[in-house]
Nanobody, 121 residues
Framework: QVQLVESGGGLVQPGESLTLSCVAS????????MGWYRQAPGKQRELVAT???????THADFVKGRFTISRDNAKNRVSLLMNSLKPEDTAAYYC???????????????WGQGTQVTVSS
């Protein structure tokens, strides 16, 4: 069974930093893109940033150089360093990975359970 386990959320003040991490565990053939999405109360889930196994990055405009996504393929881990956090960054952050369970399976989306980030003074 494939699982994505997130860590690193919490409560911080505006301007502070947090690092989120997500590790894929279980049995699988390969992992494609990994990334982070977020969902604030009353809003739709939105892309934060993704990174392919080759290191190609896609990110939302609001990242604006504040957030950095990285990946350790050997450890099946994706991380998100968030600097200069703002109250509007408050949301549940979800890890996503495109995983192929076996050579006979198609790649599909897997999601973590989410980790809360709250930015407040």
């Amino acid at each position: 069974q494939v699982q994505l386990v997130e860590s690193g959320g919490g409560l911080v003040q505006p301007g502070e930093s947090l690092t989120l991490s997500c590790v894929a565990s279980g049995s699988f053939y390969s992992i494609g893109a990994m990334g982070w999405y977020r969902q604030a109360p009353g809003k739709q889930r939105e892309l934060v940033a993704t990174i392919t196994s080759g290191g190609t990055i896609t990110h939302a405009d609001f990242v604006k150089g504040r957030f950095t996504i990285s990946r350790d393929n050997a450890k099946n881990r994706v991380s998100l360093l968030m600097n200069s956090l703002k109250p509007e960054d408050t949301a549940a952050y979800y890890c996503n990975a495109r995983i192929r369970r076996t050579v006979a399976h198609m790649e599909r989306d897997y999601w973590g359970q989410g980790t809360q980030v709250t930015v407040s003074s």
